[in-house]
Protein backbone atom coordinates (compact mmCIF):
# COMPACT_ATOMS: atom_id res chain seq x y z
CA UNK A 1 0.00 0.00 0.00
CA UNK A 2 1.40 3.17 -1.21
CA UNK A 3 1.78 6.37 1.39
CA UNK A 4 2.69 9.39 1.41
CA UNK A 5 4.01 11.18 4.65
CA UNK A 6 4.75 14.81 4.37
CA UNK A 7 6.49 16.93 7.15
CA UNK A 8 8.29 19.92 7.59
CA UNK A 9 5.51 22.81 7.73
CA UNK A 10 5.46 24.66 10.91
CA UNK A 11 5.20 28.55 11.20
CA UNK A 12 7.44 31.23 9.32
CA UNK A 13 7.63 34.83 8.83
CA UNK A 14 7.22 36.73 6.03
CA UNK A 15 10.28 36.47 3.86
CA UNK A 16 11.48 33.32 5.76
CA UNK A 17 12.07 30.08 4.57
CA UNK A 18 10.67 26.77 5.22
CA UNK A 19 11.65 23.46 3.50
CA UNK A 20 9.07 20.31 3.29
CA UNK A 21 9.98 16.73 2.54
CA UNK A 22 7.52 13.62 1.38
CA UNK A 23 8.35 10.70 1.65
CA UNK A 24 6.73 7.98 -0.24
CA UNK A 25 6.77 4.15 0.87
CA UNK A 26 4.90 0.98 -0.29
CA UNK A 27 6.22 1.36 -4.06
CA UNK A 28 9.43 2.37 -5.64
CA UNK A 29 8.54 4.55 -8.07
CA UNK A 30 10.90 4.69 -11.58
CA UNK A 31 8.65 6.79 -13.52
CA UNK A 32 5.70 8.92 -13.09
CA UNK A 33 5.82 12.30 -10.98
CA UNK A 34 5.34 13.67 -7.28
CA UNK A 35 3.73 16.79 -6.83
CA UNK A 36 3.16 19.57 -4.20
CA UNK A 37 -0.68 20.94 -3.89
CA UNK A 38 -1.59 23.64 -1.40
CA UNK A 39 -5.42 24.64 -0.30
CA UNK A 40 -5.21 27.89 1.35
CA UNK A 41 -8.09 29.18 3.66
CA UNK A 42 -11.27 29.64 1.96
CA UNK A 43 -9.74 28.44 -0.97
CA UNK A 44 -9.51 25.52 -3.78
CA UNK A 45 -6.98 23.09 -3.40
CA UNK A 46 -3.82 24.44 -6.36
CA UNK A 47 -1.02 23.41 -8.06
CA UNK A 48 2.25 24.29 -6.69
CA UNK A 49 4.87 22.22 -8.44
CA UNK A 50 5.63 19.09 -10.10
CA UNK A 51 8.78 17.05 -10.87
CA UNK A 52 9.29 13.62 -12.12
CA UNK A 53 10.80 10.71 -10.40
CA UNK A 54 13.72 10.75 -13.03
CA UNK A 55 14.30 14.30 -12.23
CA UNK A 56 14.16 15.37 -15.60
CA UNK A 57 11.35 17.86 -15.29
CA UNK A 58 10.01 20.22 -13.15
CA UNK A 59 7.22 22.88 -13.22
CA UNK A 60 6.06 25.84 -10.92
CA UNK A 61 3.04 27.65 -10.75
CA UNK A 62 3.34 31.24 -11.31
CA UNK A 63 2.54 32.63 -8.17
CA UNK A 64 5.58 30.50 -6.30
CA UNK A 65 7.86 30.51 -9.16
CA UNK A 66 11.85 31.47 -8.39
CA UNK A 67 10.90 31.63 -4.39
CA UNK A 68 10.11 27.55 -4.05
CA UNK A 69 12.26 24.50 -5.42
CA UNK A 70 11.38 21.35 -5.48
CA UNK A 71 13.96 18.43 -5.38
CA UNK A 72 14.42 15.27 -4.50
CA UNK A 73 17.35 12.88 -2.82
CA UNK A 74 19.67 11.14 -5.18
CA UNK A 75 17.99 7.79 -3.05
CA UNK A 76 15.20 6.86 -2.49
CA UNK A 77 11.88 8.24 -2.85
CA UNK A 78 11.77 11.39 -1.10
CA UNK A 79 11.05 14.84 -2.79
CA UNK A 80 11.87 18.56 -1.20
CA UNK A 81 10.12 21.85 -1.40
CA UNK A 82 12.23 24.09 -0.44
CA UNK A 83 10.02 27.74 0.02
CA UNK A 84 11.77 30.98 0.27
CA UNK A 85 10.79 34.56 0.61
CA UNK A 86 8.01 33.56 2.29
CA UNK A 87 4.79 35.55 2.11
CA UNK A 88 1.29 35.31 4.09
CA UNK A 89 -0.78 33.96 0.97
CA UNK A 90 1.26 31.19 0.99
CA UNK A 91 0.29 30.66 4.45
CA UNK A 92 -1.67 26.71 3.28
CA UNK A 93 -2.25 22.91 4.06
CA UNK A 94 0.57 21.52 1.60
CA UNK A 95 0.05 18.01 0.03
CA UNK A 96 2.21 16.13 -1.96
CA UNK A 97 1.16 13.23 -4.32
CA UNK A 98 2.72 11.07 -6.74
CA UNK A 99 1.20 10.39 -10.29
CA UNK A 100 2.51 7.21 -11.33
CA UNK A 101 2.09 7.27 -15.41
CA UNK A 102 4.68 8.07 -17.57
CA UNK A 103 4.30 11.33 -19.75
CA UNK A 104 6.27 11.94 -23.56
CA UNK A 105 8.00 15.60 -24.33
CA UNK A 106 7.91 18.18 -21.38
CA UNK A 107 4.27 17.53 -20.10
CA UNK A 108 3.74 16.78 -16.80
CA UNK A 109 0.52 16.06 -14.74
CA UNK A 110 -0.29 20.06 -12.81
CA UNK A 111 -4.51 19.02 -12.12
CA UNK A 112 -5.17 16.96 -8.76
CA UNK A 113 -7.19 14.44 -10.41
CA UNK A 114 -4.31 13.11 -12.31
CA UNK A 115 -2.67 12.29 -8.78
CA UNK A 116 -3.67 8.94 -7.86
CA UNK A 117 -1.91 8.92 -4.18
CA UNK A 118 -1.92 11.64 -1.44
CA UNK A 119 -0.28 12.96 1.58
CA UNK A 120 -2.17 14.13 4.84
CA UNK A 121 -0.98 17.07 3.93
CA UNK A 122 1.24 19.92 6.32
CA UNK A 123 0.22 23.26 7.73
CA UNK A 124 2.31 26.30 7.02
CA UNK A 125 1.76 29.84 8.73
CA UNK A 126 3.29 33.13 7.54
CA UNK A 127 2.70 35.72 9.51
CA UNK A 128 3.56 39.13 8.39
Known amino acids: QVQLQESGGGLAQAGGSLRLSCTAS????????MGWFRRRPGKEREFVSV????????VYADSVKGRFSISKANAGQTMFLDMTSLKPEDTAVYFC?????????????????????WGQGTSVTVSA
Open 97 to 117: AVDRHSYSGSYVPKTASQYEY
Open 26 to 33: GQSFRSGA
Open 51 to 58: MTFSGGKT
